[in-house]
């Protein structure tokens, strides 16, 4: 068994691990309008660029809460408390293991704020050990980060490591079918990065699904249990048409946020981090995202035995024709994006690295403009 460890890294220098944060405060910032632009140039719906700032959202979240949480990484608070650990071979993100470690904290976050002075209170007692004991306040300054890190967690809406399903109308297809949008996401911990799902289904049964006591439950179990980055989107698809006859899956998508690529941070091998080695960008424009779309689609249905007597619909999926790919990915179609600066992006321009002929480019500027090449 390899040791996932030796790729990992703790952030406990301050400045680096602040500038860590601000960064991914900006490329999350980013990602929201490179989704708008995505919907701008239809390749995806106004539902999907809903449901997409949703979870990018949450991502920001979860990094604003962090980023409270380490604020002190690297000073003297008076207690061993330790530092952000990241992946900084194979995606750039935390490690799982901090999310998870932020959902037993926001169980207890209550507990703890109910316990801690108050904001003005600790700011207060800064301002007397300033200038009464002429001495730095960093204990208290440790105490204000931890009571801001659990005033994030208690707000809600971040990114877990497990995101449970939700179900969203779009309309009847007929009197007897309905039209719904599923939604999950997960932080895939083999890799260290945030995945989400989207699937578009027709429903058949007797009861609307999201109302459904015996059928929702089970929908949401067997989608957790198959969010998993190693499974191919057919063989989800397919399990989740055989198990439910009466939910017709006719779309499903999963999209990998990721990897992050800094020379900063990271050590990932290939033209990336050539490109980013040689373009020199100044601090906030030094890396690139990759950004990974799957899809799969229905392509016809057919019936078969169900029971004794029944008739089932099962759906057949489109696979990627072109030079016999469809088995080997699992989907009609995947698209491949990168994100990056405009710096980085001229470097990649002039050195055009084998392989990203067929790569998607959106550059972003600190206008919040978003170009596509």
Not at 55 to 74: C, E, I, N, V, W
Not at 122 to 141: A, E, Y
Not at 176 to 205: C, K
């Amino acid at each position: 068994m390899s040791n996932l460890t030796k790729d990992h890294v703790d952030l406990s220098d301050t400045f680096a691990s602040r500038r860590y944060f601000k960064k991914f405060e900006t490329i999350t910032g980013h990602l929201r309008r490179v989704a708008a632009a995505m919907r701008a140039d239809g390749e995806i719906s106004k539902a999907d660029v809903t449901v997409l700032t949703r979870y990018l959202m949450s991502l920001t979240f979860t990094f604003r809460a962090l980023s409270m949480k380490y604020l002190l990484a690297g000073r003297d608070t008076g207690r061993f408390f330790g530092s952000l650990e990241m992946d900084n071979r194979d995606s750039g993100f935390p490690v799982a293991a901090e999310l998870m470690t932020m959902a037993n904290d926001a169980q207890q976050a209550a507990t703890h704020l109910a316990n801690m002075p108050s904001e003005e209170q600790l700011k207060d007692d800064m301002v007397r050990t300033i200038v009464g004991d002429q001495q730095l306040p960093t204990k208290l300054q440790f105490a204000l980060s931890q009571r801001l890190y659990y005033e994030e967690l208690a707000r809600g809406d971040l990114f877990w490591v497990q995101n449970d399903p939700v179900c969203e109308w779009m309309g009847n297809v007929s009197a007897t079918r309905r039209r719904f949008m599923l939604h999950w996401a997960v932080y895939d911990s083999q890799v260290n990065l945030p995945v989400i799902y989207m699937m578009e289904l027709e429903d058949t049964g007797s009861t609307a699904l999201p109302k459904d006591q015996r059928r929702w439950p089970e929908v949401q179990a067997h989608l957790m249990g198959q969010a998993l980055g190693g499974l191919k989107l057919v063989t989800i698809a397919k399990a989740f048409d055989e198990d439910f006859d009466d939910l017709h899956p006719k779309h499903l998508r999963r999209i990998h946020v990721g990897p992050m690529y800094s020379s900063a941070y990271t050590h990932q091998t290939g033209p990336l981090r050539e490109v980013l080695a040689e373009a020199h960008a100044p601090e906030g424009h030094d890396w690139a995202l990759a950004w990974t779309t799957e899809d799969l689609e229905s392509e016809r249905v057919t019936e078969v035995r169900s029971g004794w007597f029944g008739t089932a619909e099962r759906e057949v999926f489109a696979l990627d024709p072109f030079s016999g790919r469809g088995a080997d990915t699992g989907a009609t179609q995947t698209e491949r994006t990168i994100i990056l600066p405009q710096l980085p992006f001229q470097v990649l321009a002039e050195k055009n690295p084998p392989g990203f002929k067929d790569v998607s480019k959106f550059v972003v500027s600190d206008a919040g403009r978003v170009f596509r090449y």
